[in-house]
Structures are given as C-alpha cells and as structure tokens.
C-alpha cells in the first residue's frame, strides 16, 4: 500500500513542537511538510540511503518512521512496460537496510517503526534486537474494512506498542497527531 507520509509528518510535526531541529527525508508522499521544516525530497531507496548517510554528523536522534522499500527491480525502466504475455517477471535485488547500518554506527539514538500483520510482539522485539535499535514503535496493521480498526496505513488513526531493551508501553488508538507528542516525548525520555 503508498504511504501517505503521515507518521512522518506527525513526527516532524511533534518534534518541531517539542523544540527540536528537524530534517525530514521523504519520498513520494502527499502531504506538505510542517511550516519552517527542512524537507529532502527522495526518488528511490537507494537514493534515501545516500543522503541518509551523508547527512549524519550533525544529528543525535534518528527516527525511522517508513520502511523503505526492501527491494528494487534488477532493471528499473523509464517507460511503461507494455503488455506481452500471459505472465511477467520482475527480478528484484535487495535494497540497503538504512535503520540497520544506522543503528551500527552506534552514534545516534535510533528509531524504528514496524507495521506487522500478525505476532506484533514478537516481531517487533526481533527487529528491535537484531537492528540494535534504541526503540521502536510497532502498529498492527488493521482491516480498514472495519472502522473500528481503522489504524496505520493510509489512516488518520494509529495504535503502537512502543518497545526497548528493558521495558514496553502501548499507546492506544488515536490520531497520528496525538502519538507522535506522546511518542516525542518518550523519545526524548529515554534519550
């Protein structure tokens, strides 16, 4: 599913609220960036790696609040394929993993998000663990089909379980905008 870039902006949003210098780094998402924001526009997740780090030096905090993509075509084309047969193959070859390099340099207070289909906890813990991350804010990607559990993706509305390495809070659904003051602040805690 395309991001709207909605976490992200409500981060920025809320960490320019809490009086931090911000930079977001995005690709293509709809939404505008907060007034006075430093927005870096990005076309592809290698391109996002690139500026992510070369532009490290100056930070204490990085928030990973998307997962770039985990995998880019082999042969990228700049025209629409056009249609040949019954069926088509798309070699991929595996993208950097951003968070995780990051994280191993060991220099910024790093921050994941992960959207998990099922076994949220268990998940999250993992990616906590194996990308060395300081924290990391997991959502249970919901049936939009249900209003009720209308949540993340594509969503105003957001539900996580914040993890890291001695303790666990879950924030419970409520507007993007609303978690990401509460998850600021407990950034900003834990930091």
């Excluded at 924001?37 to 609040?65: K, P, W, Y």
Aim: charged content about 25%.
């Amino acid at each position: 599913t395309p991001s709207t870039g909605g976490s992200a902006i409500a981060m920025t949003q809320a960490a320019k609220n809490a009086g931090a210098p911000v930079t977001l780094r995005a690709g293509h998402v709809s939404l505008q960036t907060p007034a006075k924001g430093e927005r870096i526009e990005v076309g592809s997740a290698r391109e996002m790696h690139q500026v992510v780090m070369s532009q490290l030096d100056d930070n204490d905090i990085f928030i990973a609040t998307a997962a770039v993509a985990d995998y880019s075509p082999v042969e990228p084309h700049d025209q629409k394929l056009k249609k040949h047969a019954d069926t088509l193959s798309i070699q991929l070859k595996r993208n950097p993993d951003i968070l995780a390099e990051v994280a191993a340099l060991d220099k910024l207070f790093c921050v994941g998000f992960a959207a998990e289909t099922e076994h949220l906890q268990d998940n999250a813990r993992k990616k906590l663990q194996s990308k060395q991350l300081d924290m990391i804010a997991a959502n249970q990607v919901a049936n939009l089909d249900n209003p009720d559990k209308d949540t993340g993706v594509n969503s105003e509305y957001n539900a996580l379980d914040v993890y890291w390495r001695d303790g666990y809070i879950q924030l419970e659904k409520a507007r993007k905008t609303e978690l990401a003051r509460k998850l600021v602040q407990l950034i900003a805690e834990h930091y």
